[in-house]
């Protein structure tokens, strides 16, 4: 079969050196981290890596995973301050320890003792990003009425066309050689703002990331409080082993987000791929995209998302 690549759109700048590892022969997991790290270093994006959003105290903190799908290996990483490349780090941590994952302390330790580059993570814009967003919300420093902060900082920023998309988002790579192994990834700062310490669903095995070569693979973007709570990338995967298509499985764990109750009523995104190397990607809101590339290919291609919406009969909880 022909060697593949499916990501978030915002993997669109490490697509291609991904497709170059698997046609060279290389590792399904070393293209998925190929293609993360390329996000991590690009301060473009404010959502990933180096650039990417702060916490509500200003700190870089990292989340980050890596799954092989031949034997179910995975490595993460949360919480990660002062280093760039989570995705390295969670395939270290994956290789290294008797582990699955680390984080904080634990993750900063390993970065060091694995010889990865300290780096400030924040970057001149993205300090201006959280210093816009907390002007005339953030008026106690000891967070009393956190949620309502939280709920009037995202309405504050996602209503600004100039910040829409900036502060919120994940990257997925997901890739399958020509044996028709398969490797996920993904990587991401979490929300802006988010509490200190606040770990998402992308570097928990079967929330955000879930990866079985005999079934297919999924990644999710988006409000990782969902994807924790109905472990969507497990369940798509899931679905596809007990039977339905990848377009059923990947509509079936949306709609399965619509019985949750969601103060912040947040988005959610998925791109997944089925064994026999078909991808596809779908979200809650329109106007998302993500993007795929084969080999033989010269580009990749941005396609759109199936729109699966969950929130219709939903009212706001706050
Ligand atoms: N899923 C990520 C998280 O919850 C954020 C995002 O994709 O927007 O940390």
New binding site residues.
Partial sequence: MRARVVASQNGSVGIQAALDVLTLGGAAVDAVVAGLSLVEANPEDR?VGYGGIPNFLGQVEL?ASVMIGSDLSAGSVAALQHYQDAAKLAQMVMQELPHVLLVGAGANRLAGEMGLEEKNLLTPETEQLWKDGLEGTYANPEFTDYLTKMRTLIGTVTSDPQLVERP???VNFICQDEEGRIASG?S????GW?YPG?????PIIGA?NYCDDRYGAAA??????L?QRACTAHSIVTFMRFGLSIEEAVRQALTDLARLDDPLR?EM?VVALSREGEPWGAATVPGRFYVYQEAGMAQHEVRQRVVVPIYEAQEPTM
């Fill in positions: 959502s989340d919120y988002g994940t993904v991401t700062s979490g929300w988010k606040r770990v998402g669903d992308s955000g999710c973007t988006g409000r990782g409080e994807a947040g995104n």
